[in-house]
C-alpha cells in the first residue's frame, strides 16, 4: 500500500478551514439586538449583544453613538439608565450610561459591559433622575425588539 503525502500548502489550507470554522460555530454562540431608532433622540444607535457562558450566566455589552447628554433633552434628566427585561422578574436596572468623546472625535459614546444570571428578553434605555431607581419613571430613549 502506498502513503499519501500532501504538501505543505495542503495542509496549511486544511488547518486554516478548521480555524474558520471554529471561529463562525464560536460567534454564532453572540446574539447581537440593534436599538430601535428614538423619536427623543433621533441620531442615536445602537446595539447590545448577549453571550451565554459556560456558567449558565449572559455576558452582556451594550454600546450606543450619538446619544444627546441627558441635561439636553425636555425635560432636563441626570442620566441614562439601563434595565433589561426578564420572563421571570420583569424590568431590572442594570446600570447607568456614562457618555463622552474621545480626545480625536467629537462623536458621543457610551458602553455598558454586565453579567446577568437571568435570560434577557429585551433592554431599553430611559432618562432619569436617579441611579437607584428600582422602575423606570423618565422618559424611554431607546429599545431592542424583543427576542
Known sequence: MKAIKFSNLTISIYYFSILVCVALLLQSCVSSHAFSTSAVVPGAKGSVKVQKDKNNNYNIELTVTHLADSK????????????????????????????????????????????????????????????????PSGVEVLRTESF
Do not use: C, H
Open 72 to 135: 439636553r433633552l425636555t425635560p432636563p434628566k441626570d442620566m441614562y439608565i439601563v434595565w433589561m427585561e426578564t420572563e421571570e422578574s420583569g424590568a431590572k436596572n442594570i446600570g447607568q450610561l456614562n457618555t463622552s468623546s474621545s480626545f480625536l472625535s467629537k462623536t458621543m459614546k457610551s458602553s455598558l459591559k454586565t453579567v446577568s444570571s437571568s435570560k434577557p428578553t429585551r433592554f431599553f434605555i430611559t432618562a432619569e433622575d436617579d441611579s437607584s431607581v428600582q422602575y
